[in-house]
């Protein structure tokens, strides 16, 4: 599955390329009003200006899986399914990115307090707080593709982050080193592919998979978790991404 899932990820991104760039001029537009203006205004604040920055664009990144779950499934990016996810989901995106910023403030605070107190006590309890925000950070990855694809209510939603991290354990780890080279690379096209709309179409595209995982085994209860038939359940998949090469990538009117 998780070689489909490098394939699926990045022929969606090449077929919404430019999708994917308008999404991300719209974030880095967001970090340039929070970050670079009230350097060059000299905006009283300091540290403030970045902290809205990284809560506004934690909210734009529901926004953005929510119009990616059009190119996850096949249909074309629109201005209309934008303005619907902006509608739907930037309440929930705020509560999300300051969920993250809080988790990541009490972090900084708390470990290096504990570790300069030093002996066992010490050095025990920043190794429980270290793994309790590592685990935190490796489920709530999920959460925007998981309220793309799976509505439901805030407390439901989180359940499903940590059913996921607990379940795909392997998996959610190899997702996030896969978004942390995407962010990386993305410096070298100055962040606008792939970019964080990249990084949310491929947990989307990663959650969609997984679901047809579930739907088979609800249909099988008793099967066995650690034989999932993947190349059965993809098969539709395969077919929708079809074969590619890369003259028909680049010049598709000469296939």
């Known amino acids: 599955m ?14 919404h390329l430019w999708g994917l760039v308008a999404l991300n001029l719209g974030a880095l537009a967001l970090l340039s009003v929070f970050v670079l203006v009230p350097r060059a205004l000299n905006l009283p604040g300091g540290e403030l200006w970045p902290s809205l920055g990284f809560l506004v664009l934690a909210a734009y990144s529901l926004v953005c899986a929510g119009v990616l779950k059009e190119a996850a499934e096949y249909r074309d990016l629109s201005l209309s399914a934008f303005l619907q996810s902006l509608k739907s989901r930037w309440g929930l995106g705020l509560a ?5 910023s809080a988790a990541s403030f009490l972090f900084r605070i708390a470990v290096p307090f504990y570790l300069s107190r030093g002996g066992f006590l010490g050095w025990f309890a920043a190794g ?36 996921l991290l607990a379940d795909n354990l ?16 993305s410096v070298f096209s100055a962040f606008l ?19 047809k995982k579930y ?7 008793g099967a066995d978790r650690r034989k999932i038939p993947w190349d059965e359940l993809l098969s539709e998949e395969r077919d929708l991404v079809g074969k590619r090469t890369l003259k028909g990538m680049i010049f598709p009117w000469k296939e």
């Open 215 to 221: 739907d088979w085994l609800e249909a099988k209860p």
């Open 128 to 163: 429980t707080l270290f793994w309790c925000f590592l685990i935190a950070l490796l489920a709530l990855q999920w959460f925007p593709a998981v309220r793309a694809l799976l509505p439901g209510s805030l407390r439901s939603s989180l359940r499903k982050c940590f059913l």
């Open 193 to 211: 592919v792939p970019g964080i709309s990249g990084t949310m179409l491929g947990t989307v595209d990663a959650l969609r998979l997984l679901l």
């Open 170 to 185: 392997g998996f959610s780890i190899f997702l996030a080193l896969y978004s942390a080279l995407g962010l990386v690379l």
């Open 96 to 100: 999300y990115g300051f969920a993250l």
């Open 2 to 15: 998780t070689g489909f899932f490098i394939k699926k990820a990045f022929f969606d991104g090449w077929d």
